[in-house]
């Protein structure tokens, strides 16, 4: 059969409350037109994020229940290490509330002022946890992974010849480790290859040094090297999971996105001394090392999400729908990200309102006017969330995009044909969009908080 079906049927529904154009006006002045301050219920559509927003099985609701809250050795947390394991192999298991406390423990352990890190693209929370140290955050991936035109099927792979070059000039002795983020969610959502995982392995080892991922769509990855990476079209989902990890020393993770739990995230690594130090973290910012920040019902969730994540029907209906939804708005003449990634379709803002030049954020623009229409929420990734350096001065960022990020699990193929039509609509209108300014900005994380007004 060609139609993919959603690989579940729905057992219990949530209303969403209707509103009307001139409501939505309102509610986005009210919130001086940051998407982040509106209020849920006045949101039709939201695809702010994929991040804590997936609908739980009747299994993990079930897991819930046999959650144990004790404070110290929980059989939630065994249940948990066992899931995790079963995935990533690490010596080391800590849990944290969620992937940005991972983030905060592990780079305020291994990182300080005179250090720099590498990435393929540091994801906001992750870059923003490793300035909070002084520390600087630097950005590698292949040339293709800047140009959401060109088509590649692995764009969120790490420029290997530059991370050589930038370990040479930086010293590896002002870099404590090098990171990989799959998918690469501030690039696309774009996969890694088995191939570049392998060859950032290679260099870090001839350089002496450990590679994290943040792992946050380790399971989305994965399907994506099953069906692209010669080689891999007949191994089971689980087996490239587990390859993907054997070549790192530690992984930070949101369990919000391939967890497929609503909250909950980890660190894991492999080094002893760290580990101790990172534990010690631990329970001074979340709590003791067998809950880390979470409930024992969070971690049987997450436990079960583990399981679920690594199905093969899940896998392919996810990504065959993601890519769904960007075929649709392509079509309509729409520029996006090409190819679509895995957890969002992202809109090409700066190439569809050329008439707003980046730092009147044309990204802001759109996402506004996507809510005004239809009451759809996206994100922009761009110059409103990037352009500010540490050192206060502003600048374009790579890209302007807007992500409409598809929560797992959660809405219809009628919810997206509705977003489908309302970007056309946007699309036709396009001429009249105005560039923003922001009236009021916090110096980290401003697009979270910031206010904005028209030019
Ligand atoms: C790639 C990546 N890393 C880290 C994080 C941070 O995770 P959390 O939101 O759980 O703090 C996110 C969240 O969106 C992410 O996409």
């Not at 039709?44 to 050795?73: K, V």
């Not at 005179?114 to 950005?139: C, K, L, M, W, Y």
């Amino acid at each position: 059969m060609k139609t993919i079906i959603e690989p579940f049927r729905i057992k219990s529904v949530e209303p969403i409350r209707m509103t009307t154009r001139e409501e939505r006006e309102q509610y986005i002045r009210d919130a001086y037109y940051n998407l982040f301050s509106l209020h849920s219920d006045d949101v039709l559509i939201d695809l702010l994020t994929d991040s804590g927003t997936s609908s739980m099985s009747a299994r993990q609701w079930g897991a819930i229940m046999e959650g144990d809250e004790s404070y110290a050795g929980s059989p939630s947390f065994y249940r948990f290490r066992a899931a995790v394991n079963n995935l990533m192999p690490f010596k080391y298991l800590i849990p944290a509330h969620q992937g940005r406390a991972a983030e905060s423990i592990l780079f305020t352990v291994v990182a300080n002022a005179s250090h720099s890190i590498p990435n393929n693209t540091h994801f906001d929370t992750t870059r923003a946890n490793v300035e909070a140290q002084g520390a600087e955050a630097v950005d590698l991936v292949i040339e293709e992974g800047k140009h959401p035109e060109t088509e590649h099927p692995f764009k969120g792979n790490m420029d290997i010849e530059a991370l050589v070059r930038f370990i040479r000039e930086r010293g590896v002795e002002n870099i404590p480790l090098c990171m990989l983020t799959v998918t690469n969610n501030s690039g696309g959502g774009q996969p890694v290859s088995m191939e570049n995982i392998r060859q950032t392995r290679e260099v870090c080892d001839r350089y002496g040094l450990p590679l994290f991922i943040d792992a946050c769509r380790f399971a989305e990855n994965a399907w994506f090297i099953k069906l692209r990476e010669p080689g891999y079209e007949d191994k089971a989902v689980i087996d490239i999971v587990r390859e993907m990890f054997s070549y790192a020393d530690g992984c930070t993770m949101s369990a919000k996105k391939d967890g497929l739990a609503n909250i909950g995230g980890w660190l894991a690594m492999n080094n002893e001394d760290w580990a101790v130090e990172c534990r010690n973290r631990l329970i001074l910012t979340e709590g003791f090392s067998t809950y880390g920040g979470l409930s024992g019902r969070d971690l049987e969730a997450i436990a079960v999400g583990l399981e679920e994540v690594v199905d093969e029907d899940y896998l392919r209906y996810r990504i065959a729908s993601t890519e769904y939804v960007a075929r649709h708005i392509s079509e309509t003449g729409v520029p996006i990200m090409k190819p679509a990634g895995g957890h969002a379709v992202y809109i090409d803002a700066r190439r569809m309102l050329p008439h707003i030049p980046p730092l009147q954020y044309p990204g802001q623009s759109l996402a506004v006017e996507l809510y005004k229409v239809g009451g759809i929420r996206g994100c922009e990734i761009g110059t409103a969330m990037f352009g500010l350096r540490p050192n206060g001065k502003e600048e374009p960022a790579h890209m302007d995009l807007v992500r409409l990020a598809i929560p797992r699990r959660m809405y219809t193929q009628a919810h997206m044909d509705f977003v489908i039509e309302v970007v056309s609509e946007v699309y036709e209108n396009r001429d009249s969009l105005r560039g923003m300014k922001f009236i009021r900005q916090p110096p980290a994380l401003r697009h979270f908080t910031g206010r904005f007004d028209y030019l």
